[in-house]
C-alpha cells in the first residue's frame, strides 16, 4: 500500500504478533537511485512517515527486479534505539565500536571523522524520536523484530 496511511496491526515474527494499532506508517514512493555501493543495479527510494517523524528508505535492488516495495515488517525491523550514556567521556568511542567503525582521531581523515560523528548524532536523535513515540513495551517488541 504506498502512498496511503495504514495502522501498524498483527505485524508478526516467530509467531508474536505486535498490535500498534494506534501508531499510523505512511510509505510513499519518492523516485529511484542507482547503487551507490559498487552493485550494479537500481532500487527504489521511499519516505517513511511515522507519526511526526520521516525517514528516507532505500529498497533493495532485488526487490526493485521483483516489483516489490517495503512492508510494514521491513520499516519496523529498520529502527532500532540505541541507549547510551551520552555524558560518557567514551560514548562516541563505544559506537564506532559497536557499528564497525575504524576510528582513531589522531589518524582518521577530518571528513570521515564528522561524516561518523554526524551519524552518531543521528542515531541519538532517532532514539529520542522513537522513545517518546513508543511505549517501553512496544520498544522491546520492536527489538524483537531486529
Known sequence: MYGSWFSLVGVKR???????????????????????????????????????YWFPYYGSVYDFKNGNGPTEYDVLACLEVYDTNRHDINAFRIFCEDFGYDINEDETPYSEYMNVKQIYEDV????????HMFTEQELEWLACIN
Request: glycine residues 8%; charged residues 35%.
Open 124 to 131: 541519538l536523535e532517532q532514539s529520542d524520536i522513537l522513545k
Open 14 to 52: 516467530d509467531r508474536k504478533s505486535i498490535s500498534l494499532d494506534h501508531k499510523k506508517i505512511y510509505i510513499n514512493k519518492v523516485g529511484q537511485v542507482k547503487d551507490h555501493w559498487g552493485i550494479e543495479g537500481i532500487r527504489d527510494q521511499y519516505k517513511i512517515v511515522l507519526g511526526n
